[in-house]
């Protein structure tokens, strides 16, 4: 049996996901703690982010402000090798990592990725709660 069209996968007989070419590239997405996040994937690796928070507007919580830039400011040195942290144009903040994928992948790696992602994602959504960016 060959190969199968699902979405922008290849899906083997073995259930073996291969991304499609571009123009898009296939993504899941997927909320933590309310958060929204993305996987996509790529052929051997898989991009994850999650917009872990956003600084509060000066309208609506001036006194918190500070000190999430603050937190945001340090964030990168916190991270583990390889996550990056960006400051959104609309001040959401933004953390990714990419990771090697196997390819083709199977959803049991897909998710496990996802998910080892999410849980490692965790100390640093308390820490910028803690500071007045939720």
Do not use: K
């Amino acid at each position: 049996m060959d190969t199968i069209e699902l979405g922008r996968f290849a899906v083997a007989p073995d259930g073996g996901l291969t991304p499609r070419p571009p123009p898009e590239t296939p993504a899941l997405r997927f909320a933590w703690r309310g958060r929204p996040c993305a996987a996509q994937f790529d052929l051997g690796c898989i991009h994850l982010m999650a917009d872990a928070a956003r600084i509060p507007s000066t309208a609506d919580r001036p006194f918190d402000r500070p000190r999430a830039f603050a937190a945001v400011a340090g964030l990168p040195d916190n991270l583990p090798d390889g996550w990056r942290a960006r400051l959104m144009p609309d001040h959401r903040v933004r953390i990714e990592v990419e990771a090697p994928m196997e390819c083709p992948a199977n959803a049991t790696a897909l998710v496990t990725a996802m998910v080892r992602f999410a849980l490692a994602l965790d100390p640093f959504l308390d820490a910028l709660e803690a500071e007045g960016a939720a």
